[in-house]
């Protein structure tokens, strides 16, 4: 019998609607030259599939290793940071002990929390959308959480919370995950507390540089925590063609992915500063890829109207703390202008 604790999850929601402008999964905007899935296909087809994979994806790790400027001791990849925080929720601290994080947030923290039945300590951010610290300090004393996640910059408001706020909870003794999914587009990292602490790890991710489809995350922490969690990852979690594509993309042509990451961090400039120009709409401050905004309209019908003008945005309304706010993430200039055309539309309509 599947228990209740399972029965009371609902699956991981993503938007599908198919649209030509999909601005809705915070993926990098970018086309690959031909002579990079040239190159693609070439690693790809020489790959014997019929042998496993190499279990500890060793030269995907060198090369991640050498990019992120630490060791490979120091790192366990799983398959996306998803793998990676289901994890962290199984070895720390004890399955009766709670998981804390602040909502709203990235929802794989509460997944896998309830899938493991494990309870979950759920603090709502400000008005402002920070970290609550006395409402924080309050939960850790009275729950006594062992293990708390905090996406920085947050997903899906698209700030970093105050960094005093979170070592004032790790300083009551709670294992601290820093989920840095947007590093790239915020360079504010922990990456120093992971190496030297033992009650800090930081999450990476390739999906957000460009490599969603391969499905890689990175963990990132003291060589005896990884040692530790590396014996409870799944074998051959890294499949054979992610490995050598992650691989190629991170050694030949990373110059391509950082170039988009430019274009993004100055379109997301561009598009904050011209979609707050639109009269009714309010924007608010992103260290990510993507940014909130809020119209005086129910988001739901400004989501609908957007899809009308084939615009995928995520609405995230439903969400404390976020009545009207929508989520888009920041495209190619050509996207941008057709996101910002159908805005300028839509809130025509709707006045
Ligand atoms: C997108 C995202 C991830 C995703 O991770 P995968 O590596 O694709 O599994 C993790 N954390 C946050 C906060 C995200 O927004």
Redesign the pocket.
Known sequence: MIHPRIRELSAYKTETTPCKVKLS??ELPIKFPEEVKRKIGEVVSSLPLNRYPDPNASELKEVIAKRFGVSTDNLVL????????QYLTIAVGELNSPVLYPVP??P?YGICATALGRKKVEVPLKEDLDLDLETLLRAVEEKRPSLAFF?Y????TGNCFREDAIKKVRQEGVFTVI?E??YHFSGKTFLADALQREDTVV?R????IGL?GL???VLIAKEETAREINKLRLPFNITYPSQVIAKLMLEDFYHIIEEHVQMVLRERERLMRELSNIEGVKVFPSD?NFFLFKTPYPAGLVHAELIKEGVLVRDVSYLPNLENCLRVSVGFPEENDQFLQAMQRVMKKLC
């Open positions: 999964s915070n799983g398959n996306g940071s998803d793998e990676l925080i947030t990235f794989m996406s910059p947050n997903n899906p989920d999914a947007y999450l991710t390739l999906s957000k969603a499905r890689v995350g990510a």
